[in-house]
């Protein structure tokens, strides 16, 4: 596969649907706006983007995230690291609630614009992290599919959550439409988790019940999808409106990181 080379740091795409490793990037150290520019261009063509060694402080996470999005600030998150409210902190042994194909802040109008992780604790097996391009899922869906998937949306529980995975029986929803056009880009992508309760709108009850494994297991294809490893260190970030991402439960031990929420 062709490396890009932008200078002074090189884009390393990880495949031909999504994914990229940028090298020669120190974000500690903050970028200037030409870079941050090329930065953002890299992130909205590969929608998912991992600077190796980075250890990044709290601070310098956030600041990494400015370069492509305003941080969220999540009205009941009960993890947040002592030094900067706009990070969270887990721990796990396990990766429990986020080992099935998700996308996060679906409790919310819009969701997250982007998500991002920094590792501090890794396994030494396994604890990959897997990505899917729904909008390549779109692509490869015919066209009277992608018509009639225009006027369905899904149903998510609208509560916020607060970091321990524990949600209490739902009281109020909130609906996505299943098809969603980039703010940046333009393009048509599926827009879909797993956690979604129902599908609604121009189809009926059993349709949307047929309907909902399809799309599930269609946009978690192989051929859609990147993974990556990690080191203590590295930094990842994604465009969660265009992907889903999925945290392999193959790993004994811990795992610790810091999320920082864009949008």
């Given at each position: 596969?062709?490396?890009?080379?932008?200078?002074?740091?090189?884009?390393?795409?990880?495949?031909?649907?999504?994914?990229?490793?940028?090298?020669?990037?120190?974000?500690?150290?903050?970028?200037?706006?030409?870079?941050?520019?090329?930065?953002?261009?890299?992130?909205?063509?590969?929608?998912?983007?991992?600077?190796?060694?980075?250890?990044?402080?709290?601070d310098?996470?956030?600041?990494?995230?400015?370069?492509?999005?305003?941080?969220?600030?999540?009205?009941?998150w009960?993890?947040?690291?002592?030094?900067?409210?706009?990070?969270?902190?887990?721990?796990?042994?396990?990766?429990?609630?986020?080992?099935?194909?998700?996308?996060?802040?679906?409790?919310?109008?819009p969701?997250?614009?982007?998500?991002?992780?920094?590792?501090?604790?890794?396994?030494?097996?396994?604890?990959?992290?897997?990505?899917?391009?729904?909008?390549?899922?779109y692509d490869?869906?015919?066209e009277?599919?992608?018509?009639?998937?225009?006027?369905?949306?899904?149903?998510?529980?609208?509560?916020?959550?607060?970091?321990?995975?524990?949600?209490?029986?739902?009281?109020?929803?909130?609906?996505?439409?299943?098809v969603?056009?980039?703010?940046?880009?333009?393009?048509?992508?599926?827009?879909?988790?797993?956690?979604?309760?129902?599908?609604?709108?121009?189809?009926?009850?059993?349709?949307?019940?047929?309907?909902?494994?399809?799309l599930?297991?269609?946009?978690?294809?192989?051929?859609?999808?990147?993974?990556?490893?990690?080191?203590?260190?590295?930094?990842?970030?994604?465009?969660?409106?265009?992907?889903?991402?999925?945290?392999?439960?193959?790993?004994?031990?811990?795992?610790?990181?810091?999320?920082?929420?864009?949008?």
């Amino acid at each position: 596969m062709t490396v890009i080379r932008t200078a002074p740091y090189e884009v390393r795409p990880a495949s031909p649907v999504l994914g990229a490793e940028i090298v020669g990037v120190n974000l500690a150290d903050g970028v200037d706006d030409a870079t941050a520019e090329a930065l953002r261009a890299a992130f909205w063509a590969h929608k998912v983007l991992v600077f190796r060694g980075q250890n990044l402080s709290p601070d310098t996470h956030v600041r990494a995230v400015q370069i492509f999005d305003e941080p969220f600030d999540h009205p009941s998150w009960l993890l947040r690291h002592a030094d900067n409210r706009l990070v969270y902190t887990f721990e796990l042994e396990k990766a429990g609630a986020a080992s099935a194909w998700h996308v996060g802040g679906t409790w919310r109008t819009p969701p997250f614009h982007l998500e991002s992780l920094t590792y501090q604790v890794v396994p030494d097996i396994g604890g990959r992290t897997l990505w899917a391009d729904l909008q390549a899922a779109y692509d490869g869906l015919s066209e009277p599919f992608r018509q009639l998937l225009e006027s369905v949306s899904a149903v998510y529980n609208a509560y916020p959550g607060d970091g321990t995975y524990k949600r209490p029986p739902v009281t109020e929803t909130v609906e996505h439409p299943v098809v969603r056009t980039h703010r940046h880009t333009g393009r048509k992508g599926l827009f879909l988790s797993s956690s979604a309760l129902r599908l609604t709108g121009a189809i009926s009850a059993a349709e949307g019940a047929a309907l909902m494994p399809f799309l599930l297991a269609h946009a978690s294809s192989p051929n859609y999808t990147v993974s990556f490893g990690w080191q203590p260190g590295d930094f990842v970030v994604w465009d969660n409106l265009a992907t889903w991402h999925y945290a392999v439960n193959d790993y004994d031990g811990p795992r610790v990181y810091r999320k920082v929420i864009g949008g």
